[in-house]
């Protein structure tokens, strides 16, 4: 009896681990999405002068999709807010890695730069180091819950990646000028190119630098059929036209709500979800500055580029081939970079515009970047800035906390050792516009003191870095 019960628990032993070592690793996707609208009545924060909220024209998310081999769980999440603090994400992912189990280095979580939602960057978006608000830390929850709904939601997928070309609707926003016609900067010095001169501008000679044409996207889907979520990148700024006191998700909510009608994918359960990240679009946006600009009413321009978008992203997917299984694996560091710190003739001229005053009752930009100038002044010397990058089978996604130049997008794509490659911006933190040392050199909004934080070749080392890490990657594929 007992020599029989040994054979019996023998065969169950041999049999369960034949079972453990012939089972194919299924591979999942999950996707859930958490509303992050903050109460009316709070600031908007997008221009120089936030004003509060009397309107919620469409609600704002954090659109959560999580991924899952078998073996390794990514998160990837894009919120609709105009940038996200790295405590906001800090604390999430510190959540998210309790309760989901899923560490902090497998979890994106970017800003879409909607101009149109209240501060998740705390009070000062110039201070750096703060405690979290109310609304941060709502917001930091929110995703947690989301990445842990979307993980609840996992199921057997199917995956494929795609592109589509979308050139009309990415303009380049620097521009050199006729000799003498770029207005002096705030801190009254001379730039050599000038942001959004204005549409029709005579005085327009060149773009200062490229646009990036093209979307990047995943699509999950059940085995052979329902479609669970869509995670795309594009490299638009933001669109705008809004009413002002509107609170709105900008053309990145709207293209998610018209994919899910092109897919038939509403009123799932689970749900689809579809998510917009911005790519690298810090010097682009959708301006056609060669013409005047029609008048619009509002939200009409929005539309146009979030369903002609949507359109193409949904024809191509029509030509995809799904694989049934690939794996994932990421790669996180936080190189030192030096902060940008006034020159004393800065700081004499910050100390001097501050102590005259303000001038009129408008926006008076000296005022304001004296002012930013002295913050800058009181930053540390450097500081750790996050980088992510993420396998998802054959295409690597590169990370930067920072509102970066097309340019440093497209050199991404050329350079990454994972191939096909694109960037998310605006990842794990707000470090500012992140210019090429050439564009430095030209001057211009996005390169002056207090826009700009970090020292002027801090592209160069965050791209070496990020590349560097896709290297790493493809080491690591067996
Ligand atoms: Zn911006």
Do not use: D, I, R, S
């Given at each position: 009896m007992c020599r029989l019960l040994s054979v019996v628990v023998a065969a169950c032993v041999v049999g369960s681990s034949l079972i453990a070592t012939s089972a194919e690793p299924v591979f999942k996707a999950g996707a859930a999405t958490s509303n992050i609208t903050p109460p009316i009545g709070q600031n908007i924060v997008g221009g120089f002068a936030p004003s509060p909220s009397t309107q919620v024209h469409d609600e704002l998310h954090a659109r959560c999709l999580v991924l899952d081999d078998g073996q390794t769980k990514l998160a990837l999440v894009v919120c609709d807010l105009l940038g996200i603090s790295r405590q906001v994400s800090d604390e999430a992912r510190k959540v998210i890695a309790e309760r989901s189990k899923i560490p902090a280095t497998h979890v994106l979580i970017s800003a879409t730069h909607t101009h149109s939602a209240s501060s998740a960057m705390g009070q000062d978006r110039f201070r750096f180091e703060q405690m979290l608000d109310e609304y941060q830390q709502f917001v930091a929850r929110r995703i947690a819950d989301g990445v842990q709904r979307a993980a609840n939601n996992l199921r057997p997928a199917e995956i494929a990646f795609g592109t589509a070309e979308a050139?009309?609707?990415?303009?380049?926003r620097r521009w050199f000028m006729q000799p003498g016609t770029v207005p002096p900067n705030p801190f009254g010095t001379a730039d050599l190119v000038k942001m959004n001169p204005g549409a029709g501008n005579a005085n327009l000679t060149e773009p200062a630098g490229p646009t990036d044409p093209t979307i990047s996207f995943f699509v999950l889907r059940e085995p052979g059929g329902k479609f669970l979520s869509v995670f795309s990148a594009y490299s638009l700024h933001y669109v705008g036209g809004v009413n002002a006191s509107d609170i709105s998700a900008d053309y990145y909510g709207m293209y998610c709500d018209r994919l899910i009608q092109r897919l038939g994918a509403e009123h799932r359960d689970p749900p689809f979800v579809a998510l917009m990240a911005n790519g690298t679009s810090g010097d682009i946006n959708n301006i056609n500055f060669r013409q005047p600009r029609p008048r619009q009413k509002p939200y009409e321009q929005m539309q146009f580029v979030a369903d002609d978008v949507a359109a193409k992203v949904y024809t191509a997917i029509g030509g995809l081939k799904f694989r049934g299984h690939v794996t994932l694996d990421a790669r996180y560091r936080e190189p030192i970079v030096a902060w940008r710190h006034p020159t004393d003739e800065q700081l004499e001229w910050a100390k001097k515009t501050i102590a005259t005053g303000k001038k009129g009752t408008g926006t008076d930009l000296s005022f304001i970047y004296a002012q930013r100038t002295l913050q800058m002044n009181d930053y540390p010397t450097t500081t750790a800035v996050p980088l992510q990058a993420l396998r998802i089978g054959d295409v690597c996604i590169g990370t930067m906390p920072c509102e970066v130049f097309c340019e440093i997008g497209l050199e991404f794509k050329r350079r990454s050792a994972v191939q096909p490659a694109f960037m998310v911006e605006l990842n794990h933190g707000y470090f500012g516009y992140l210019p090429t040392p050439r564009q430095h050199k030209l001057g211009g909004y996005e390169t002056w003191l207090g826009t700009n934080r970090l020292e002027a070749d801090a592209s160069d080392k965050l791209l070496t870095e990020l590349v560097a890490m896709s290297e790493e990657l493809k080491a690591a594929v067996q």
């Open positions: 050139p009309e609707h990415v303009f380049n």
